[in-house]
Nanobody, 125 residues
């Protein structure tokens, strides 16, 4: 599986961005799809994910009600819609895919099998 993330950029606080992650090499079916981010000097942290069934969604508390994860199974693409962006959202955002993952593992980055290259999001105050 190859993942290609895009859509990052420099925005002001309160703005919106949509990140995209296009997958190739296999179908999205029965695969956990997630977004993580890593700010300078910090560990990679969970942002949002779809469960394996492609229906249930999960969010970090810090982005709940501001970010939305969505997917297009025809295009094999997962999106992260980010609204009301804050300077604390500044980070490199990574998409990831996990095979044979259980739901309780969704927030654990080391259990994902495939990673995109990351896209930089910078939010100025």
């Amino acid at each position: 599986v190859q993942l290609q993330a895009s859509g990052g950029g420099l925005v002001q606080a309160g703005d919106s961005l949509r990140l995209s992650c296009a997958a190739s090499g296999r179908s999205f079916r029965n695969v956990v799809l997630g977004w993580f981010r890593q700010a300078p000097g910090k560990e990679r942290e969970f942002v949002a994910a779809f469960s394996r069934n492609g229906v249930n969604t999960f969010y970090a508390d810090s982005v709940k009600d501001r970010f939305t994860i969505s997917r297009d199974n025809v295009k094999n693409t997962v999106y992260l819609h980010m609204n009301s962006l804050k300077p604390d959202d500044t980070a490199i955002y990574y998409c990831a895919a996990g095979l044979n993952m259980i739901q309780s593992s969704i927030r654990t980055s080391r259990l994902y099998d495939y990673w995109g290259q990351g896209t930089q999001v910078t939010v100025s105050s």
